[in-house]
């Protein structure tokens, strides 16, 4: 089935520790999320993709964009104050669509086979979401001192892509602007309007570039699957 994607990619460095957006660093000679559009572009199922920006950034961006041979970004929203702010600018551009993922840019190593099952996923329910089971164990601490051990048994580690009927999760950002409601993630909005959302088991490696510690990581990542390819 067919789907498009909207990526928000006007973040910062702050967590990162860089002067600039974390997304322009580099991982072994290409920045982290040229990595991530490449997934998409080469996937046949992918209509297009929408980036959501700051301004001054953009003309940088696209210049990555065309030295790299990205196909199917169809264009550029402005960035907002907020993460969701930025994903209603990103599917108000992008227009009518069935299936609609928000995936983050940060993230380069989405598996092309848990984004199929995400979209089938959300064309049969509206609303499903990329995760993984919570390996170690969970307290809860008040002032140093622990005062629960959480089953983790019904606790995962929430992913992109997040994907939803397009109509349904337009309608879920719109009503949360109304509320003056901010979630984390698109998730959480549709959940806001009572919608329920499904978790496809998405990979552990499908980690968000966001510290430098993950920089290290990303770059085994990318040794170990180019490892692979050789053998």
Request: aromatic share 6%; with cysteine.
């Given at each position: ?59 940088l961006i696209e210049d990555y964009v065309k030295r790299f041979g ?162």
């Amino acid at each position: 089935m067919k789907y498009t994607v909207v990526l928000p990619a006007a973040g910062s460095g702050k967590r990162m520790k860089a002067e600039r957006n974390k997304l322009l660093l580099e991982l072994s000679g290409k920045p982290i999320f040229i990595y991530t559009l490449e997934v998409f572009d080469k996937d046949p199922h992918c209509e297009g993709m929408w980036l959501a920006v700051k301004e001054e950034e953009r003309q940088l961006i696209e210049d990555y964009v065309k030295r790299f041979g990205i196909r199917k970004v169809k264009g550029y929203a402005t960035g907002g104050a907020e993460r969701q702010d930025s994903v209603r600018a990103g599917l108000e551009l992008a227009g009518q669509s069935e299936i609609v993922l928000v995936h983050d840019a940060a993230r380069p190593f989405i598996s092309p086979v848990v984004i199929s099952e995400l979209v089938e996923r959300a064309s049969e329910s509206g609303a499903a979401i990329a995760g993984v089971p919570v390996k170690d164990t969970i307290k809860k601490v008040r002032e140093a001192v622990i005062t629960e051990t959480v089953d983790r048994a019904a606790l995962w580690m929430i992913q992109t892509p997040q994907a939803f009927r397009y109509e349904l999760l337009l309608e879920a950002a719109h009503l949360a602007q109304a509320d003056g409601f901010l979630g984390t993630d698109e998730a959480m909005l549709v959940e806001h309007m009572g919608h329920p959302v499904q978790i496809v088991e998405s990979t552990y490696d499908n980690v968000k570039m966001t510290t430098p510690d993950d920089l290290i990581y990303g770059k085994a990542i990318l040794a170990s699957r180019l490892q692979e390819e050789q053998s």
